[in-house]
């Protein structure tokens, strides 16, 4: 028998498959995951790469249970492959992770399985905590989270502005870790009652602490004092749609399952939240980063069970309190709810996915936070003969011809062959790959991309 978390079960249920439609927005594939896993930890190391660690895989072990990994990967988005990292030193699933000020990665409780009586794969939360040490590249192991052995349902975590580490549950819990001392202070009601797990949090900037839970409370670590918002207010919690903005406000959304349209904004000092412009579509499964020229950008589906076009971009504008769209992407994106955001040091943006493992890259090599100029789709159909291990290449185009490159590459990236210029009808013997996914991409002058998914037998 196998036992699930309710969570893990619904997210299975929700593969979302982006249907075809073409704008304004490019986007195009990266090197895809090298693995298969679903609830991964993630962050981005000091240097700019990403880090993906953990997870639990979709294949499950020759016994039959539930496969976790301590495996972690890192994209590198110059070079655009994936390479293998350090092991952790135990298996994790869903880990709550912080950055800290030194850049070291804090990897805190998540999930593991048990045998519990009869039942195989039992999930339990564990109150391991590891961290990815940037100048030893290694995992370590930390003071363990002092919340006893209640089985808390989830944490949240937020590093303060004297550095140490912030934790709490939604049991009411809550504890300081202190990185001098690499150890924990339990906390729970000494400062006041935490309710709804107080997540997410995010640091003003008078030094306090906002709590978006119970319909926010503030904390103020120097104070000693952890008190409700009175009146309280009306609040959106969920993962991803909650940013602080340039000038200290904050903005949430709703990205549940309710189809609401509004936005909320906290005031500077966190005491008041009004409703702001509307978004343009519901907001589910959407979530947002601050780009550098301030304002927000909302990617995701919206809405997700309307199979019509999709906006999938929407932009606050923080100088004006409003919500844009500059259109829908130029290629179909594939995503699973636990989807993850990065911008990355060149001003574009990360869409990491774990499970399928299609990830991708927006307004990459841009530079600048402006929607790029459309590209023009490729105009190529890519074929794969399996019993003649050949893959065949047909250009589409009309009128001219359109000159292409051709990268064959394993499914961590790697290059394997490159050809500088490819026209008309190709192909190309695989007889020398062994058994194996790999990918084809064109690539033109422009930028423009179209890949291929290929199983090698």
Partial sequence: MKLLTTFTTLFFSFLLLIPESYGQIPIRETAFFPDS??????????????????????????????????????????????????????????????????????????????TFFTVDSFPQRTHRVEMYDVSSQMWVDLDTI??????????SAIVTPAGNIFLTSTNGDYAMFNT??????????????????GRPMVNLNNGKIF???????????????????????????GEG??????????????????????????????????????????????????????KVWMFGPGEVFTMTGKTLLQIFDPATDTWSSPGSYNI?????????????????????????PNCYRINAGSGSTGIQDQLEPLEWAISYDQQQKTLHLQSLATGQTEAVSLSIMDIQGKMLSWEKEVTGTHQVSLNSLSS??????????????????????
């Fill in 146 to 155: 002092p919340f006893g052995s209640s089985p808390y349902t989830g944490i």
């Fill in 37 to 114: 896993v679903t609830l991964a930890g993630s962050a981005m190391l000091p240097d700019g790469r990403v880090m993906v660690w953990g997870g639990q895989k979709l294949a499950q072990t020759p016994s039959g249970k539930i496969w976790l990994s301590n495996k972690s990967y890192i994209y590198d988005p110059v070079q655009e492959t994936w390479s293998a990292g350090a092991d952790l030193n135990a298996e994790v699933v869903g880990p709550t992770v912080v950055t800290l000020q030194n850049g070291n990665i804090v990897s805190m409780g998540g999930q593991v399985y048990t």
């Fill in 211 to 237: 709590l978006t839970g119970a319909g926010g409370q503030l904390l103020d670590i120097a104070a000693t004092s952890l008190t409700y918002l009175n009146p309280a207010q009306k609040l959106y919690t």
């Fill in 332 to 356: 179909a994106p594939q995503l699973y709810v636990d989807y993850q955001l990065f911008l990355l040091n060149d001003s574009s943006i990360f869409v990491l996915n774990t499970t399928l």
């Fill in 241 to 294: 749609a909650v940013v602080k903005m340039a000038d200290g406000r904050i903005l949430t959304w709703d990205n549940g399952s309710s189809f609401a349209q509004e936005a909320i904004i906290v005031s500077v000092d966190g005491t008041t939240a009004t409703p702001t412009d509307s978004l343009l579509i519901p907001g589910q499964l959407t979530k947002g980063l601050l780009m550098p020229d301030d």
């Fill in 436 to 457: 194996g996914i790999y990918i084809a991409r064109l690539l033109r002058e422009d930028g423009a991309h179209l890949t291929k998914k290929i199983q090698v037998k």
């Fill in 180 to 197: 001098n001392t690499m150890s924990w202070t339990p906390l729970t009601g000494t400062w006041g009652p935490l309710d709804a797990g």
